[in-house]
């Protein structure tokens, strides 16, 4: 399709486990971003990656936090040792180098038990 | 102090109402406004860029003060297809972090 897509849709993990979640941009987008969003809360920036530049890394809550991005491809987020707070919806995000909008994927919603 | 702050509401209105949300950000070097629009359980759309000059979309009304370092949204002729939250969001330069409040509740009744 012509959006941003995120997989999967939905993961219920165990604490302590590791997971992985992966979000496809919008073909030609240089700029990706991840956010989480707690239920009822706002969006939370983790990270961004801009082109082949180094990643803003700021806004990772932790070292068990992690994501890679190859280029403008695909971007995965993943999350070692999983804890309950982790849970959330992870949001993707990506946008052009000419545009200053973000065009959001569909989110993967993560329980962690 | 948050970047970017905005009251959370929830504003309830009726049917047709004209409704204001109003939104304040922490830097003035910020160079980029947007309001999103997000349904429940659903991703963040944009609704519309927020221009020095102010601008319109419809039914939908966004202006920016720099010197009071605020952004308006105002929405006229509510309709319950409007019910959704609202967010504000700030980006200081075109491609690097973009800081979003917390959104504003809006539910439109019959």
């Known amino acids: 399709g012509a959006g941003v897509s995120q997989s999967p849709s939905n993961k219920v993990t165990e604490k302590g486990k590791d997971v992985e979640l992966r979000c496809d941009p919008i073909s030609g987008h240089t700029a990706l971003y991840w956010y989480r969003q707690r239920l009822g809360q706002g969006l939370e920036f983790l990270i961004y990656?801009?082109?082949?530049?180094?990643?803003?890394k700021s806004g990772l809550p932790s070292d068990r936090f992690s994501a890679e991005r190859t280029g403008e491809s695909v971007s995965t987020l993943t999350i070692q040792r999983t804890q309950q707070e982790d849970s959330a919806v992870y949001l993707c995000a990506t946008g052009g180098q000419r545009t200053d909008t973000q065009y959001f994927g569909p989110g993967t919603r993560l329980t962690v038990l | 102090r948050k970047e970017v702050e905005q009251d959370p509401g929830p504003f309830n209105v009726p049917e047709g109402a004209t409704v204001a949300f109003n939104c304040t950000y922490s830097n003035s070097a910020s160079q980029s406004f947007f309001w999103y629009r997000q349904d429940c359980r659903k991703e963040p759309k944009l609704l519309m860029s927020v221009y020095s000059s102010g601008n319109e979309d419809g039914r939908f009304t966004a202006q920016l003060n720099r010197a009071s370092q605020y952004i308006s949204l105002l929405i006229r002729d509510s309709k319950l297809s409007d019910s959704a939250t609202y967010l504000c969001?700030?980006?200081?330069?075109?491609?690097?972090?973009?800081?979003f409040g917390t959104g504003t509740s809006l539910t439109v009744i019959p």
């Open positions: 969001v700030v980006a200081r330069n075109t491609g690097n972090q973009f800081y």
């Open positions: 990656f801009q082109g082949n530049s180094a990643p803003d």
